[in-house]
């Protein structure tokens, strides 16, 4: 046999067969077979040819028959006498990539299975009223102009990053109003912007928690909370906010579930999803637990500017000069710019006790180099600029008038009752789940999607665990809001679950 001819035919096989070198001798290992890479190497060549024993090995490899590949045969009689399957590493089945376990008790429903389900109605044509999400902008409220204006205006100075912690300017505006705000000892190194106030509840939970570490968080509670303590490897611990006293935090309950493990607790003033803004003396009550227990606070104030019937908003920071606070708030909804992905954090009080978690929120705003930059650029104006929210929460403003409307309307359904918010821009109502033998809040909120193209979010979504409530977001205009209520009431009056 001439060696040019064997390793002609040995590299036609291979290319017919879709193999490589690689391939043979990995196959060959598998059966148990003797047939190493340099060895190889030289019969593809053609430096050398092969022993009876391993043209019979690359033969079956193959599926060729020996003969032929010896050159004893011509190509018209070198079909394989029996068809071998085979598989490239290519080709293989690959293994399967599931989920982390960290997320098996992570729930967003917010943006969860029903949320799904309506965006496949929609790819199908239907039209979904979203009342799901307090998104203002798809229902016509807008950035205020000077905003928008100064951004546009700052945008080819905003193209590299900036410190890890945020823009100078920005950063001073928000210890300005801090100040105002009558939060204690804020210093600029101590305040974080972000991207939204979700990145830095996340970044914080990530800095404070070790594995089963507690936390009390409200049920209940804007779930971004408990899922960011769960992935953060801690223990959320749900202390209840009491419906029949304006669902302020139920006190006793929160004292009774800490315990040597609880590190922090996490109070949402303003409140989402009931719009409860705290009095003064409910917030002192709180301090004074904490203060008792030496545990951190966190405070969502996010909506601190949408507080309507004159009720002041106050931060619960400046009640406790003592303690380690971490303060959240942003633009997101005050200035109807929910897109634009700016929040942040201001760390008070007693820093001194929390300077190794100071040390890891740096690291952790280090390594995501810092928040959008355009977004940053515009925090001055808005927070020093006409406040145009304040248009919209007072009597007579879109925000006031749709949440008395769509209060009362709830209220005159029979079943349905509801707290009257004092805030931003959601109403908790409970459903009576005997009436209607609701025994499953995801259930209800699928058939009221399926019947009348409404999408809510159901209360088990913020982490309560009766199925006997759902938000409502009142953003959209009023004619839309009442066909909205009447169409629930239609719903309603024929509703049983099975």
Known sequence: MEQSQFSERLRQAMGKAHLKQADLVRMA??????LGKSQLSQYVSGKVTPRREALGTLAGLLGVPAEWLAGQQDVAAAKPRVQVQVHTERERTMREFKKSSKLDHVLYDVRGPVVDEAARMEAEGERILKLNIGNPAPFGFRTPDEVVKDMRQQLTECEGYSDSRGLFSARK???QYSQVKGLPNVQMEHIYTGNGVSELIQLSM???????????????????????????????????CDEQADWYPDIADMESKIS???????????????????????????????RRHQLMIFSDEIYDRLCMDGVEHVSIASLAPDLPCVTFSGLSKSHMIAGYRIGWMVLSGNTRCMSDFLLGVNMLSNMRLCSNVPAQSIVQTALGGYQSVETYVRPG???????????????????ITAVKPKAAFYIFPKIDAKKFNIHDDEQFA??????????????????????????VVYLPRMEVLAECMDDLADFLSTYHQD
């Open 29 to 34: 290992a598998e059966r148990g077979e003797k």
């Open 173 to 175: 505006a928000i210890m």
């Open 206 to 240: 990530h800095a404070l928690l070790d594995d089963g570490d507690e936390i009390l968080i409200p049920s209940p509670d804007y779930p971004l909370w408990t899922a960011c303590a769960t992935l953060a490897g801690g223990h959320p611990v749900h202390y209840l």
């Open 260 to 290: 040597d493990r609880t590190k922090a607790l996490v109070i949402i003033n303003p409140n989402n999803p009931t719009g409860a803004v705290y009095p003064r003396e409910v917030l002192e009550q709180i301090v004074e637990v904490a």
């Open 397 to 415: 403003g879109r925000v006031c008038d749709q949440r008395d409307f769509v209060y009362r309307a709830l209220n005159e359904i029979d079943g």
């Open 446 to 471: 699928l058939d009221l999607l399926h019947e009348k193209k409404i999408l809510v979010t159901r209360g088990g979504g913020f982490n309560w665990e009766q199925p006997d409530h759902f938000r």
